[in-house]
């Protein structure tokens, strides 16, 4: 029998990755704004119709990637294995934080974004902690 936790991170993880994913593929610019600035989010864009289509494509093709993932979270969050909670959570960390170590590493280089990379690597590392203290919780239970 898996731990109660586990289904309420899951659903919150993935109503915030298909809301996301949602607004990147129908509203970007209006997200690209709201998260960067309207000065920054204008720079994003690209300078030629055909940059800004690329440009708009690929956004799209990101959102429809954490649409996707989040409905697979909402699928997992109705797993009742524990291992295989415990494998999912473990795994949930190494990506939220390896997601930060890349913000950290490669867009601090950008002077663009990085204005907005603590908020960005707070967030990650936010995420990841939700899964460590399923973790803890997990293993209180299964140790109790």
């Known amino acids: 029998m898996g731990s ?4 309420v991170i899951c659903l919150l993880h993935s109503v915030i990755a298909v809301t996301c994913g949602s607004m990147m593929m129908f509203y970007t610019r209006e997200i690209s704004a709201f998260g960067h600035g309207k000065e920054t989010a204008s ?3 690209g300078s030629t119709p055909h940059d800004e ?3 708009r494509t690929s956004e799209s093709f990101s959102g429809l990637l954490l649409f996707v993932i989040g409905f697979l979270l909402f699928m997992i969050a109705f797993v009742k294995d524990s291992k295989f909670q415990s494998f999912f959570a473990k795994g949930c960390v190494l990506l939220h934080l390896s997601m930060a170590f890349w913000r950290i590493y490669f867009e601090m ?4 974004l990085a204005r907005d ?3 960005q690597v707070i967030g990650d590392v936010a995420l990841a902690l939700s899964w460590v203290f399923f973790l803890v919780y997990s293993w209180r239970e ?3």
């Open 4 to 7: 109660s936790g586990f289904p």
């Open 43 to 45: 720079k994003l864009q």
């Open 53 to 55: 289509l690329l440009i």
């Open 109 to 112: 280089k950008l002077e663009d």
């Open 117 to 119: 990379l603590p908020r």
């Open 142 to 144: 299964k140790y109790d």
